[in-house]
């Protein structure tokens, strides 16, 4: 009998997922999952079907172990009170909200995105609103700057749909 994952996404439960499916979303270490015949929900670097998916998920040497301080940072995965997010995307929200904002009716934050689709739908909605859609873009851009990376990623890039929006 095959077992049903759940996810905890943005602070809203996901699931019933499979294995593949959880294993396919952009997990980090300190995501929250929880199935049937666990007690409570766990970060998923310390599930056992999960471990794989985090290699670097040791705790880093103390500060002093690097002898002259300079270009160390440190990344301790899993702590209380750290959102530390390594995007595997290799997009930038930045330069896609700095984007949108500036050229946003062009959709080049979407052709940056990869999502061809909804750079053309974009153009083809500025000029039948003769520019209006443009300042939606802006709006798009400022949240954009000011959603986390993990955020970012999970609306706009594994998205599976053909015009995100917010």
């Known amino acids: 009998m095959q077992q049903y994952w759940y996810v ?10 499979t294995m593949e499916e ?13 199935r049937d015949g666990m007690s409570q929900w766990m970060p998923a670097a310390q599930v056992p079907e999960f ?20 270009g160390y940072q440190q990344q301790f995965y899993g702590q209380p009170g750290n959102n530390y997010y390594v995007s595997q ?8 909200g700095i984007l949108a904002i500036l050229l946003g009716g062009l959709g080049v934050q979407y052709f940056y995105l990869g999502k061809i689709g909804a750079g053309i739908l974009t153009i083809v909605l500025t000029l039948i609103t003769c520019g209006l859609w443009e300042i939606l873009m802006i709006v798009q851009g400022v949240l954009i700057l ?3 990376q993990q955020e970012f990623d999970t ?3 594994y998205s599976d749909s053909t ?4």
């Open 22 to 34: 959880v294993r396919n979303m952009s997990l980090t270490p300190a995501t929250m999952v929880w």
């Open 8 to 17: 905890l996404v943005n602070d809203s439960q996901v699931g019933p997922l």
């Open 146 to 148: 000011t959603m986390s």
């Open 89 to 96: 995307s290799g997009k930038d929200k930045t330069a896609a």
């Open 155 to 157: 609306k706009f890039v």
């Open 51 to 70: 471990s794989d998916l985090f290699c670097n998920t040791q705790t880093p040497p103390p500060p002093h172990a690097n002898a002259g301080g300079y």
């Open 163 to 166: 015009l995100p929006l917010f």
